[in-house]
């Protein structure tokens, strides 16, 4: 085992290999957070009164709040006023690829995400997000045939504000937290999805999209809406840049389902996770949450968390309609110096309503990880039903992981089972696999994936295949 | 093949193997025997390059070069294959994903093409008439919730899949009914070639009826005591190691 440990220092200088800035010219609102600088955005995107009003009651709120400080998690503090909240590429709003900047292309080239290929990739569309602004769309009409409206969150604001007015807060009010306050005031952009009643959208839709400005803060916003009897699933994919500045990314994300709809939400996210020495990192603070407001609505969130130098995130579900179910899969993986405290939400409010988490943890290096999930069971919610699977595993011997589960129940014929496990990965099982001709790497990559098994089997094929490269990618160094 | 020369080794501060040599050629079927606790898995882990036990004296020379230097995943590579007294369970890996990357890992450091999942399948199929094994136990994660048998005949079925030069079993008969010995004694013979050797570790008679060892060796504190032939497995049923304990002191 000793012998394992001095590997780990030796060989945990993974780089990150998507460490790199394009330049190309954008438009950038100097630091600083004002009201005025609300306006600019506002202005800028071009928004309707009501949305300025909105941004400005957000602002207002959110100097009412304090940072909140009960995360398991430590960073120094982040200065609002040197962050600069609107940054876009200066071309945008292009039809063909044909027009966009060839060094953004050449960006995602790198990332591997081809656009070119991209439109082939038999039934993915990609909404590719630059910074603040949608720069190209594709597949836009294949969806249009069958209602499907798929958009850039900020043209949803303009083309269709009495859905934006209807649905937007409805889930995650500005008032809900600090973070998604101070996104409901300045956010910039993402996506909009709206699957109309009956229909089971097509393909998988998905959103690749980094963070490339300098100090510039992230508050993207995606609202995805199925109707009755609706399906589907929305991916998103996140890689950033190499940078010292610590980064700000604070994004909120509502999910709607109505009466027997159905929405699977799959998160891989690969930001820049700072140096072997902790310096850099995303700051990832993220309020991510869906409402089955119908009978027997369906709402999943999977997420593989390998990147940010802080995640702090709870993908959440509030189980309104009679028999509606919500499910929580997740990966964190912390390496080297990152932090995670990562979980969920599930609040059982209708009858015969069924939940189900399934948490990985995976620590090396000097990561920390902690799994804070809250499950509750309100009075009404007759019949409940709530199963959670928290698992931890630890690579090395400087790392760490917790685990924070919250339960309140209110009504007594609701069904807990809950378990949870912490293991090592052991020096028996990579001698195992050495033996057979497999390397200590491979061996690592291999178990891990086996541990997350559970949860990496419910994103679509071919994103569960990325997912495990990273997992592998990520845990490159953590054992010798 | 293997040489095996005044090998010393120990765990901690505590010296196990205390002088073993051993030459095993190509072809030939060595069978190691001894009390609890001589050292007979401890030889094992060490030809496989288990980091826990510090050789401190010695070599162990592979086709001529000493591996003692070499890491375990290179050893396999070279046809060092050892079936674990008590193989481990790897929760979540698919046994047949798992074969398919040895069989790759092995097959690339030899120069052959690593082969496609069709290709693989097709390759099992192809061992399976050989050792007999089910798909079910083929489809679940490695090792986890067989049986003991159900685990030593995995650890046999992998050995026929990669084909190794050099197999140590270590016990590989222990813990096993009847038809599952039988089944074990018939893949390794089917397996047994001129160019292939076989270090069988047992402490059993039993298995010998079937795969008929060329030598018998016992190990005793860390030393080989006595080796003969086929024979000596007998003799040894019959009279206990304390014969062969006190004929040692006597001898030395
Ligand atoms: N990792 C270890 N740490 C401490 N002691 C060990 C370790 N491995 C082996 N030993 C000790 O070394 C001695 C030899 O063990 P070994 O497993 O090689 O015996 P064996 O001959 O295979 O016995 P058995 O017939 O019971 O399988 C035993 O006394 C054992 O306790
Ligand atoms: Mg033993």
Redo the contacts between chains.
């Keep these: 085992m000793s ?1 394992t440990d001095v590997r780990v220092e030796e060989l945990a200088e993974q780089e990150y290999k998507y460490g790199f800035v394009t330049d190309i010219e954008s438009e950038t609102l100097p630091p600083g957070l004002n009201e005025d600088v609300i306006r600019q955005i506002s202005a800028k995107k071009n928004e309707p009164e009501f949305m300025l009003k909105w941004r400005l009651k957000a602002y207002r709120h959110w100097l009412t709040l304090k940072e909140p400080e009960w995360g398991n998690i430590r960073y120094p503090r982040i200065d609002y006023q040197g962050i600069s909240y609107f940054s876009a590429p200066k071309k945008t709003g292009l039809e063909s690829l044909d027009e966009v900047d060839p060094e953004l292309l050449e960006t995602y080239e790198k990332l591997g995400i081809p656009l070119e290929e991209q439109k082939m990739l038999a039934g993915v569309a990609v909404d590719a997000v630059f910074d603040s602004v949608s720069v190209v769309t594709t597949f836009k009409e294949t969806l249009a045939e069958v209602g499907v409206i798929f958009c850039p969150f900020s043209e949803a604001v303009q083309k269709y504000p009495e859905l934006i007015k209807k649905y937007m807060f409805s889930v995650v009010p500005y008032t809900d937290n600090y973070f998604a306050a101070l996104n409901s005031a300045v956010f910039t952009d993402r996506s909009f999805c709206l699957v109309p009643k009956g229909v089971r959208c097509p393909m998988e839709l998905s959103t690749y999209f980094r963070i490339n400005e300098k100090n510039t803060g992230q508050f993207e916003r995606t609202l995805i809406i199925a109707e009755e009897g609706a399906y589907v699933s929305y991916l998103e994919g996140c890689t950033a840049p190499m940078r010292d500045e610590n980064q700000l990314h604070a994004a909120v994300v509502e999910l709607v389902a109505l009466d027997d709809a159905t929405i699977k939400y799959s998160t891989i996210q690969n930001w820049y996770p700072g140096d072997k020495n902790g310096k850099g990192g995303i700051y990832n603070f993220v309020t991510k949450r869906g409402k089955c407001a119908g009978r027997n609505s369906h709402i999943s969130w999977t997420q593989v968390e390998t990147g940010s130098a802080i995640t702090w995130k709870y993908p959440g579900c509030i189980l309104l309609g009679d028999g509606s179910v919500g499910e929580f899969y997740s990966v964190a993986l912390t390496n080297n110096w990152q932090q995670a405290d990562t979980g969920t939400k599930m609040i059982h409010i209708g009858k015969n309503t069924r939940s189900n988490i399934v948490s990985k943890g995976i620590s090396a290096g000097h990561g920390q990880n902690t799994y804070r999930g809250m499950v509750k069971i309100l009075k009404g919610a007759q019949g409940a039903r709530n199963y959670t699977q928290c698992d931890s595993m630890l690579i090395g011997e400087d790392c760490s992981a917790h685990t924070f589960p919250y339960i309140e129940v209110k009504n007594s014929s609701a069904q807990m089972e809950h378990e949870a496990s912490t293991s090592k990965i ?4 990579i ?10 790497e ?1 061996a690592v990559s ?2 891990v ?6 949860v990496l089997s419910e994103l679509p094929m071919e994103f569960a295949i990325e997912a495990q490269k990273l997992l592998s990618i990520s845990l490159e160094g953590s054992v010798g | 093949m293997l040489e095996i020369r005044n090998l010393h080794a120990r765990v901690d501060d505590r010296e196990i193997l205390k002088g073993i040599n051993l030459v095993v050629n190509p072809g030939e079927v060595h069978s190691i025997m001894g009390p609890n606790g001589s050292g007979k898995s401890t030889l094992a882990q060490v030809l496989a390059g288990r980091e826990t036990y510090v050789v401190t004296e010695g070599e162990v020379l592979l086709d001529g070069d000493n591996i003692l230097e070499i890491e375990p995943e290179e050893r396999a590579c070279r046809g060092i294959f050892m079936a674990f007294q008590y193989p481990v369970e790897i929760p979540g890996v698919a046994n047949t994903y798992f074969l398919r990357m040895a069989l790759n890992s092995i097959r690339k450091y030899n120069g052959l093409k690593e082969l496609k999942p069709v290709e693989f399948v097709k390759y099992v199929k192809e061992k399976m008439k050989i050792i007999r094994t089910s798909d079910d136990l083929l489809k679940r994660s490695v090792n986890e919730g067989f049986s003991g048998g159900e685990k030593k005949r995995n650890e046999i079925f992998q050995m026929a899949l990669l084909e190794p030069k050099l197999c140590v079993l270590d016990e590989t008969d222990s813990g096993l009914d009847i038809d599952a010995l039988k089944l074990v004694a018939d893949g390794v013979n089917a397996m047994r070639s001129p160019e292939r050797a076989f270090i069988i570790i047992t402490h059993y008679q039993r298995l010998l009826n079937y795969v008929v060892p060329d030598f018998v060796h016992v190990l005793v504190d860390g030393k080989l005591v006595k080796s003969g032939g086929k024979e000596l497995a007998l003799e040894l049923e019959e009279k206990g190691y304390s014969w062969v304990e006190n004929s040692s002191q006597s001898a030395a």
């Design positions: 012998n052991g020096e028996d099982q001698f195992y696999c050495k033996q057979r001709g497999i390397s200590a491979d291999l178990i994936n086996g541990f997350c098994k559970e």
